[in-house]
């Protein structure tokens, strides 16, 4: 198994490798009193920023992929009825839309710290992480973790932006994203 800070380097040197990631290591792997971290900056040039951070624990990987400050600024002015349905879709999401065969189980929520972050958060144990799953754990955290919040942001902003009922939003997941037929 392997510990944090192998995890932090294959990690590292796997991101050093992608053309269309940024990553920034935020604190030194030399300091074991705190979890190591890694800021990832996802398609820059998509018109909404698609962040993510890696937080190596003791045991396991935390990876979270959110979209930028401008989405979470239109999130706080939400109405209460607005929230309720953004809610009923997040259920949908966590219930239908991952996919069975990974070995992890992703959860989407909105954070209530102030924030309002649409987050994506992923526990992954370093015990699955090995040199054999390294590229595939890598294509999931860089591609698609990524991949999928940009899917999802016609239906999530169709709710909060444009105030869409949940039911129609579904039914787009349903059709264009789980390609069900109608």
């Known amino acids: ?16 490798q992608e053309k269309k990631v ?6 030194d792997i030399e300091d074991d009193t705190e979890p190591q971290k890694m800021v ?15 937080i190596f624990y003791n045991g396991s990987l935390e990876t979270r992929c959110f979209y ?3 989405v979470s600024n239109c999130l706080r002015e939400m109405s209460d009825i607005q929230k309720m349905q953004l809610l009923e879709l997040v259920n949908f999401i966590n219930a239908y839309v991952f996919p069975p065969y990974i070995p ?17 958060t992923t526990i992954i144990p370093y015990s699955i992480l090995d040199e054999d799953s390294e590229d595939e754990i890598g294509e999931y955290i860089t591609r698609y973790c990524p991949k999928l919040l940009d899917q999802l942001a016609i239906p999530l902003f169709s ?8 039911e129609n939003a579904i039914d787009y ?10």
């Open 104 to 120: 992890f189980t992703p959860r989407f929520y909105m954070t209530v710290d102030g924030y309002y972050d649409l987050t994506m």
């Open 40 to 54: 990832i900056l996802f398609g820059k040039d998509n018109p909404i920023t698609i962040e993510g951070e890696l």
């Open 173 to 182: 997941i349903k059709h264009y994203i789980l390609k069900e037929e109608q």
């Open 68 to 70: 930028g400050e401008e």
């Open 159 to 166: 709710v909060y932006a444009v105030g869409e009922c949940a």
């Open 22 to 27: 940024e990553h920034y290591p935020l604190i």
């Open 1 to 16: 198994m392997m510990t944090s800070a192998e995890a932090f380097e294959a990690l590292n040197e796997l991101l050093e």
